[in-house]
């Protein structure tokens, strides 16, 4: 997979105080990183320093290959930045400000109608489209800034609590974009503290604080707090007291729990070891209805990492 954006010992200073602390990581096209952590964590100025728009006290950000800053600054050009309180110019409407965006980045007239009508589309601004800015509410703002940010077809997207300012509707409207720029290749950082959607839209997750990463994953092993051993679900046709006995006198299984005809247990990972598990509960006599891995949320891995808020 190519590396379109790298974070390389990135380490931003304010005085004494240290914002973001050495952090090194790559992105390939078509993944996308959930930025999580408290107030004050480090995030934004991580994600600002990432567009080229605050100069790291030391190591650098790179977008496919090149320094963010620099003689090679023109790879700026290739970074979308959505601000989690985006400017904007109150007196033009829709149309008139992605206009201006667009020849901001010397889009040909004919291609960027093209593209403002395709983004006024995906974003539900359509009927919109005369309106003036400072008509608009908070969450039709947000989408403006979507609009604009996606506008140049950028191959690195960063993205600072876009979920906040939008509806239910809005926020699954979101996490489809998301997703076709994944596919279409976009190398993705998206903060926010809406857990649950960026559970559905991230491949990787980082977990930040103090300016630190504390934990980065792929977003398909955040559900599991250790890589041997998984939380298992199992129902039964009925609740019979013996069913327990069973489950209790197999070896290396621990923390059995149960609440009528459901049982929850932890056991090993390993999916040749659970399918010889399903295997003998059967032919033990468990007439078993249902058997599956329990997934932990993001939240709960977020709660379990020992974070705290950031004065």
Sequence with gaps: M???????????????????????????????????????????????????????TR???????????GKHEVVRQHVGFAPDAPPAYEELTIQQFLLFIARSYNIEPSDASERIDFWLEQLWLTEKRETLIKELS???????????????????????????GLD???????????????????????????????????????????????RWTPIADIHHQENHRRTYHLTTLDDKPQYISVIEAIEGLTNLSHNGRTMQFDYHAEEDKAARLLYDLVNDGLPVIHFTVARKSLEEAYLKSGIKQVD
């Design 168 to 214: 239910p509707a809005g926020r699954i409207q979101l996490r489809g974009v998301l997703a076709m720029l994944r596919a279409q290749g976009c190398a993705m950082v998206v903060s926010s503290h809406i857990l649950s959607d960026l559970e559905e839209i991230a491949s990787h997750v980082a977990i930040i604080e103090h300016g630190s990463i504390l």
């Design 138 to 164: 908070r969450g039709m703002r947000q989408r403006v800034t979507l609009a604009r940010t996606f506008l140049p077809k950028p191959h690195v997207v960063l993205l600072d609590e876009p979920l906040s």
């Design 59 to 69: 190591g650098m950000a790179y977008i496919m290959g090149k320094p963010v800053l």
């Design 2 to 56: 190519t590396i379109i954006l790298e974070s390389k010992d990135v380490r931003v200073e304010f005085g004494s105080l240290v914002a973001v602390r050495d952090l090194s990581f790559q992105l390939a096209g078509g993944e996308l990183l959930g930025l999580v952590g408290p107030n004050g964590a480090g995030k934004t100025t991580l994600l600002r320093a990432l567009a080229g728009l605050h100069a790291p």
